[in-house]
C-alpha cells in the first residue's frame, strides 16, 4: 500500500457555522452572490486576499490542512460545492429521479465526460484541458454541511479507502489520489476546497 495521507475530523464547525455555510450554497453550485467565471467550470478560484461571503469559514477549514500539508507558498484555492449531486453527475439528473445513477457519465460542468462512473483526480481542470497534463494541488479537502441520517450510499472511494459522509465532518487527501463517490439516495452536500501554492497556480486564476 502506498504511502499517502488521509485525515477525518468530525464536528469541525459550530452549527450555526455550518448551516451559513449551507445557506450560502445555491442548488446550482453558486456560492452566496459570487457569479462563476467565464471559463466554463462550476468552479471558483479564490485567492488569498479576496472576500466573499464564505470566506471565513472556508479560511478555518483549510488552517486545518496546515498542519499536515506544506502551505509555505500558499496562494490561494478553489472551491466548488456538489448539492446532491457527485463527479459523474449534474443537478438535473439528481432532480429528475432523486438518485444518483451509477451509469450516469455527466460530469459537474453539466457537459458529457469519459465514462470513468466519476473516478478522477483533483486537478487544473482547465490546464489540463488545454496541455492533457496534470497539475495538482497542495490537498483535497471535502466538507459536509448536510448529509441526511437516511442518506444510502454517497462514500467517499479511493483505490484503498471507503469514506462514509457524515454531516460536519471534514476529509482531506495527499494530492494526486483517483476517487469517486458512490451512488447514493437521499441528501447530501458537499464542498470541495483545492488549495495552490506558486509552483502551480491554476487556470482559473486568470478569469
Not at 27 to 47: E, K, Q
Request: with cysteine; hydrophobic share 35%; glycine share 8%.
Amino acid at each position: 500500500m502506498k504511502d499517502w495521507t488521509l485525515k477525518i475530523f468530525d464536528d469541525v464547525l459550530d452549527d450555526d457555522d455550518r448551516i451559513f455555510l449551507l445557506d450560502s450554497f445555491a442548488d446550482d453550485g453558486t456560492i452566496g452572490d459570487v457569479p462563476f467565471a467565464s471559463h466554463g467550470l462550476s468552479i471558483y478560484w479564490f485567492a488569498n486576499e479576496t472576500n466573499h461571503p464564505c470566506k471565513y469559514l472556508i479560511d478555518l477549514l483549510v488552517s486545518i490542512a496546515t498542519d499536515y500539508f506544506d502551505f509555505s507558498d500558499y496562494v490561494g484555492y478553489e472551491a466548488w460545492t456538489h448539492m446532491n449531486t457527485r463527479p459523474g453527475q449534474n443537478i438535473d439528473g439528481y432532480l429528475s429521479g432523486g438518485e444518483v445513477d451509477s451509469d450516469s457519465n455527466m460530469n459537474k460542468q453539466g457537459g458529457q465526460s469519459s465514462s470513468h462512473d466519476g473516478w478522477h483526480y483533483d486537478k487544473d481542470e482547465l490546464y489540463f484541458n488545454r496541455t492533457g497534463d496534470m497539475k495538482f494541488p497542495i490537498c483535497s479537502l471535502v466538507y459536509y454541511p448536510l448529509v441526511a441520517k437516511d442518506l444510502k450510499g454517497g462514500r467517499l472511494v479511493f483505490e484503498d479507502h471507503k469514506i462514509i459522509p457524515k454531516e460536519n465532518r471534514l476529509v482531506m487527501f495527499s494530492p494526486g489520489e483517483i476517487h469517486t463517490v458512490d451512488g447514493f439516495k437521499g441528501k447530501r452536500c458537499s464542498l470541495i476546497i483545492n488549495p495552490w501554492n506558486t509552483s502551480h497556480i491554476p487556470d482559473t486564476s486568470r478569469y
